[in-house]
Nanobody, 121 residues
Framework: QVQLVESGGGLVQAGGSLRLSCAASGRAFSNYHMGWFRQTPGKEREFVASIRWSGGSTYYADSVKGRFTISTDNAKNTVYLQMNRLKPEDTAVYYC??????????????WGQGTQVTVSS
């Protein structure tokens, strides 16, 4: 059974840092892209960052570029999101997800349960 378990969320002051972790288990993810998304009440889930597990190519939303860094630790089967210079607008539930290719298209198949990040002003 595939599991993605996030941790590392919490309350931080604006300007501070947090590192989210996503422990992946249940299958081989070497051909997958791993992503972080976030959602606030009443809004759609939005893309934050992604990385190719095998190759390390990274992508970021414009709103977090230069402040957030996504990375993987293959030995620990874990994906990280280092968040620096946090802003109140970064407050959200953050979700880890794994995407595989289906008929040539990338689709996020698996999702974690989410971890709350709250940035106070």
């Amino acid at each position: 059974q595939v599991q993605l378990v996030e941790s590392g969320g919490g309350l931080v002051q604006a300007g501070g840092s947090l590192r989210l972790s996503c422990a992946a288990s249940g299958r081989a993810f070497s051909n997958y892209h791993m992503g972080w998304f976030r959602q606030t009440p009443g809004k759609e889930r939005e893309f934050v960052a992604s990385i190719r597990w095998s190759g390390g190519s990274t992508y970021y939303a414009d709103s977090v570029k230069g402040r957030f860094t996504i990375s993987t630790d293959n030995a620990k089967n874990t994906v990280y999101l280092q968040m620096n210079r946090l802003k109140p607008e970064d407050t959200a539930v953050y979700y880890c997800a794994a995407a595989g290719y289906h008929s040539g298209s990338l689709k996020y198949d698996y999702w974690g349960q989410g971890t709350q990040v709250t940035v106070s002003s």
